[in-house]
């Protein structure tokens, strides 16, 4: 009888304001719950939970037994009160994740939170609050793909992140301006649970590079202090914006990446299998995924500006390809794909038709203008660089 009393009042309690979704990554009907922190939170996040018995204490909502006192504590807490006090003091640029992100990110959100308290002690915020830091991730190798240990600084009184190849350089190997930095877990395609792929512009190309740090808390540090120096760096340049409006363009994941094969721009090309990513509106081709320079990119307009995905190919396409095709029409030709299954051609134009529906903004429009010439130099290249090397046209 008690412990049906307390499964029903802890049922009430999960229709309260907040505690609909999980207190750590808004994942809906959370069924566990920290009863030694008052909050409700999902399966996932409870596994975490578990990890750090001296702060949180689990139990199922539904299945295990609870007593009056546990009840109780629950009742004069919850989501929103936690929320309240352990993320009083987050810093806008902090990434919040949510139930879509990687394992390392949530557990040390939690971790962050709950353990090390960082968002009730400020000073605790300094490893990636301070606009400075140095330290040494292990880079992917460009060439031969071996991880080796690199000294990076990031400094946002210079504006830029480097790094050395050796510990004693004077000059760094690369520097990559704040500006245009970009930095998104990658555990799956790095190999590493504690992936980072940190993307810049070089030469007006994008580059990639792939680190990662054997301390899930010390990845995670670069990870936010690369959004802080961007933050800081665009409360600059947009001195009337508000946080809310800053804060989406401090990092971004793609929105899809996968493998899907393509033709040359003549469309008489034999197709390619190559690895395909959506950044906001350009579309990248790789021949791997994790290499450093794409071998071409197309910009994805909006429908207002003629842009637009068809399901299928054209009927007089030529050569072997996978079988669930997509065209995407541009102002100037078709681009032609073909995905090997059907789910994949689903996913592919569902991206492409929420890019096509998005209006452009006025600064995307600048962009493509101030690149437009510079573009056709990097096309060029690529079509030179694929034709010499495998006798492929860029087709983008």
Not at 140 to 153: A, H, I, M, T
Not at 162 to 185: C, G, Q, R, S, V
Not at 255 to 261: I, R, S, V
Request: hydrophobic fraction near 35%.
């Amino acid at each position: 009888m008690a412990k049906e009393r307390s499964r029903k009042a802890l049922g009430e309690l999960l229709q309260r304001p907040g505690n609909a979704a999980c207190a750590d990554c808004t994942a809906p009907d959370p069924d566990w719950a920290s009863h030694s922190l008052g909050i409700f939170i999902c399966l996932n996040c409870s596994g975490i939970h578990r990890n750090i018995p001296q702060v949180s204490k689990v139990k199922s909502v539904r299945l295990d037994d609870w007593d009056d006192a546990q009840v109780e504590f629950m009742a004069a807490n919850g989501n929103n009160v936690a929320k309240a006090k352990y993320e009083s003091k987050m810093p806008p640029f902090y990434y919040k994740p949510t139930f879509l992100d990687c394992q390392l990110l949530r557990e040390q959100w939690i971790r962050a939170k709950y353990e090390r308290k960082e968002f009730i002690h400020s000073e605790k915020q300094e490893p990636y609050s301070a606009g400075y830091r140095e330290g040494f991730l292990w880079k992917r190798g460009r060439d031969n793909g071996q991880f080796l240990s690199r000294k990076f600084v990031l400094s946002e009184r210079e504006g830029a992140l480097k790094y050395f190849n050796k510990n004693d350089a004077k000059e760094p190997k690369a520097i990559m301006k704040i500006e245009h930095l970009n930095a998104t877990f990658q555990p799956a395609k790095i190999g590493n649970p504690h992936g980072l792929q940190i993307t810049y512009l070089k030469d007006n190309s994008t580059r990639n590079i792939f680190v990662y740090h054997e301390d899930g808390k010390e990845i995670v540090d670069w990870f936010n202090a690369i959004r802080a120096a961007r933050f800081h760096y665009l409360q600059v340049a947009f001195p009337g914006a508000s946080d809310a409006d800053l804060v989406p363009k401090l990092s971004r994941n793609y929105l899809k990446e996968g493998y899907m094969e393509k033709t040359g721009p003549k469309q008489t090309e034999g197709f390619k299998k190559r690895w395909f990513t959506m950044d906001d509106r350009r579309l990248m081709y790789f021949k791997d995924p994790l290499d450093a320079f794409a071998r071409g990119e197309v910009f994805i307009g909006s429908k207002e500006n003629s842009y637009k995905v068809l399901e299928g190919l054209p009927p007089s396409t030529q050569g072997n390809h996978w079988q669930h095709g997509i065209t995407i029409v541009t102002p100037d030709r078709k681009f032609l794909f073909a995905c090997e299954t059907e789910d994949d051609q689903l996913e592919w134009i569902t991206t492409f038709q929420k890019v096509i529906s998005r209006p452009m903004l006025p600064q995307e429009y600048a962009g493509v203008c101030s690149r437009g010439l510079e573009n056709s130099l990097l096309l060029f290249i690529s079509r030179f660089l694929e034709e010499g090397m495998d006798g492929e046209g860029s087709g983008m």
